[in-house]
């Protein structure tokens, strides 16, 4: 595995200033998993209705769901190029611009004209905004998982490192809440006029916060000390995969079944719920709300069991039971029956939530200061591409061509290829950074 600089350790900020810290890392990531979330809920409520003309049943929803998976083809490139000027420039600059590129390109989608109004000019707009929302993402994670984690006093780095995943939860409830607040109030015609809008164009305000708050950093005392002692690499992507390559690889793979489960149990879910199984739209977006409860409980609970036993005995506990969950997907989700379907969502965001907690140490934990932020950025970011970009799609696909049991094979499929990747990782817990 890759080496370790042995530069003593920095200073531990102190409170106020642990608290800002942590506070920047929590509320940008939320902001940017708000737009990603209000695009997921979106992509399976009214995307496909308003971007792509009708056709054969159920392809306005295909359409919807290829459209969700381009924002994980940019994700890649947006973490190799912000993770070049986080590991040359700093950490603040770079988190202050993929906020921005991530909150204009949502807040832009939610003016974009529809298919009835634009034709083809408006999915092709409609994909260009994606990847750029794609794009701002790709830098925003490792930034701020940097951010919590290069600050974190010995021994509490799995702990600091939730509060960028807390992010998650935060951003996916205020999203559903939107949504859910909108179809309760509005008619449908007036939900597919205009409403739907609403929660894209809400993102300027939640951008302008977030500004504020990263605006008030200073940068990061581990990268401060390693641009003293040398100067940074030229291309820290070359030497991403020219000397850290199986960190790459493992870490990539590590995070397979945590965006499988998340989007499997979401965007998926949503789709299904409403269509096949016949909920209202409302009815089902409130279940979410409820099972991502769930989620932010599980996040701080494996954070903490992560500094207490370790990365690896916490992810392999989690990935075991991901991979029983795949074979209750079928029986729970596809029976309809209400306390199933809730019950399965519930303990799927569990799943994933206990899965994620660790992450925000575990994958800059694999890789030097000198090229941390584009290291973790990447394998976050592939792992989109390989666990998320197509899940709602090969779901669906899936569930039309044997049905809904295939969808937990999918799901089980995921997690044992993650369970591999983190058996063969070194355990990172005592590792400098």
Partial sequence: MTARPTASAPAVPAPASARRILAASFVGTAIEFYDLYVYATAAALVIGPAFFPPGAPGVQTLSAFATFAIAFFARPIGAAAFGHFGDRVGRKATLVASLMIMGVSTVLIGC?????????????????????????????????????????????????????????????????????????????????????????????????????????????????????????????????????????????????????????????????????????????????????????LAIPLSGAAADRFGRRPVLIAGLAATLALGLLLGPMLGSGRTPLVLGFLCLGLFAMGWLFGPMGALLPELFPTRVRYTGASVTYNLAGILGASAAPYLAQRLTEWGGIAWVGAYLAAAAAASLVAVVLMPETARAEV
């Fill in 112 to 296: 974009l004209p529809t298919y009835a109004q634009a034709g083809w000019l408006a999915p092709a707009m409609l994909c260009v905004l994606r990847f750029g929302q794609g794009l701002g993402f790709g830098g925003e994670w490792g930034g701020a998982a940097l951010l919590a984690v290069e600050n974190a006093p010995p021994g509490r780095r799995a702990w600091y490192g939730i509060f960028p995943q807390l992010g998650a939860p935060a951003g996916f409830l205020a999203a559903n809440l939107c949504f859910l607040g909108l179809r309760l109030g509005l008619d449908e015609a007036s939900f597919s006029a205009w409403g739907w809008r609403v929660p894209f164009l809400a993102s300027a305000a939640l951008v302008g916060v977030g500004l504020y708050v990263r605006l008030r950093l200073t940068e990061t005392p581990l990268f401060a000390a390693a641009l003293a002692r040398e100067a940074p690499e030229r291309v820290p992507l070359a030497v991403i995969f020219g000397r850290h390559l199986r960190a790459t690889v493992l870490g990539t793979l590590a995070m397979i079944a945590c965006y499988a489960t998340f989007y499997l149990c979401t965007v998926f879910a949503l789709g299904y719920g409403t269509g096949t199984l016949g909920y209202a739209p409302s009815t089902f977006l409130l279940f979410e709300c409820v099972a991502v409860c769930f989620l932010a």
